[in-house]
């Protein structure tokens, strides 16, 4: 798994929303010391990590691929240029779907599964 964005892990889950529509979230986490365009602007972000997420089949969804960057404080979510976030039952959906991504990939990012990962209240 050697590309340009240096992806050390993926994982892909079949998800279920509220409303019954089912799809895909495809997840990716790539190396941040790279020298790529991402990498820098994670590192400026001062990001523990940072990584790739699509979708496939899902409403309220981004069209294109958008990039995760994981701070100590948090995560933030960039969309490509004239897509919008993802709607809020997909963020639920895409929330509980990064736990179990960092958990899945503790070998390789050990520190991702060890942040604190609050959902907002009421999520």
Known sequence: MNDELGRLATRE??????????????FALC????????AQHARRRQAVAFGLLSFEGL????RNTLLWVRTKDGMEMTTADGDD???GELQRVVARHFIVFFDEIKDVAPELALLPFHLKDGD
């Open 31 to 38: 190396d941040i010391a790279r020298d790529n365009a991402l």
């Open 59 to 62: 409403p309220d969804a981004p």
């Open 13 to 26: 889950y079949d998800v279920t929303l509220p409303d019954g529509t089912q799809g895909r979230l495809a």
């Open 85 to 87: 976030q993802p709607g």
